[in-house]
């Protein structure tokens, strides 16, 4: 696979269907030194991430991620601008109970890798969108 497919896979496989991604699959797609920032709520490294998206897989299991636009950089580098959707059914974000509403927001990455793998995300989500779509009147 190129490198783009790698990244389209993170984004159409891992992302968008979170619950079902194995930790095999995971490692098909990312470098066991993988390096998040800002670092993710599961933690650093490969194992971090595999926490997070299983915890995005229980609690957004509607969670979609779907790149509008990515530019290759020519360096290994490809900067993804994404939607992402879903409707959590728990506890998210600080907000608990879930309260029932979906959301849409925009993600911006920096993603780089090297020989097929991921090895680096800079990553940064509309999270402040996500919090007023779910407790807006």
């Known amino acids: 696979a190129s490198d783009l497919d790698t990244v389209r896979a993170f984004y159409a496989e891992v992302l968008t269907d979170p ?82 509403k979906d959301f849409v927001a925009m993600s911006i990455d920096i993603v780089t890798v090297e020989d097929g793998l991921i090895t680096m995300i800079y990553h940064l989500e509309d999270w402040t969108s996500v919090i007023a779509q779910l407790t807006a009147q």
């Open 19 to 100: 619950a079902a991604t194995t930790a095999d699959r995971y490692f098909e797609l990312f470098s066991p030194d993988v390096v998040s920032i800002p670092e993710p709520p599961g933690g650093a490294g490969a194992q971090g991430m595999i926490n997070t998206i299983a915890y995005l897989g229980q609690v957004v299991p509607d969670l979609t991620w779907s790149p509008e636009e990515i530019v290759d950089l020519g360096d290994g580098r490809f900067v993804v601008r994404s939607t992402f959707a879903g409707t959590p059914v728990g506890p998210f974000l600080g907000i608990d109970p879930a309260t029932g």
